[in-house]
């Protein structure tokens, strides 16, 4: 039996169509820091990238906290086509 998932309205809203891709590939407040990242997520709201929470900074969550409508993010690794909601704590392949 396959696990139904219940996805927020950000998430149910989301347009594959106007995702905001990644700039460069790199954290950009780790670049800043001198640190180094694990994986990296783009903010749908801004287009920010930032380092995921496997990372030692989690940037990433951390601009969610700092900025409450940025819920969204996808992932900025390679073949990988998820979306995230901070706020409902949603996921989403697409």
């Known amino acids: 039996m396959k696990l139904q998932v219940k996805i927020c309205d950000h998430l149910k809203s989301f347009d594959v169509a106007s995702i905001k891709?990644?700039?460069s590939y790199e954290c950009?407040?780790?670049i800043k820091a001198g640190d180094t990242w694990v994986h990296l997520r783009t903010c749908q709201e801004c287009g920010v990238t930032l380092c995921c929470d496997s990372s030692p900074n989690k940037h990433a969550s951390n601009h969610f906290k700092l900025h409450q409508n940025h819920s969204v993010i996808i992932s900025a690794e390679p073949n990988e086509h998820w979306a995230w909601c901070y706020e409902h704590k949603s996921f989403l392949e697409y």
């Open 21 to 23: 891709e990644k700039t």
């Open 28 to 30: 950009e407040e780790c």
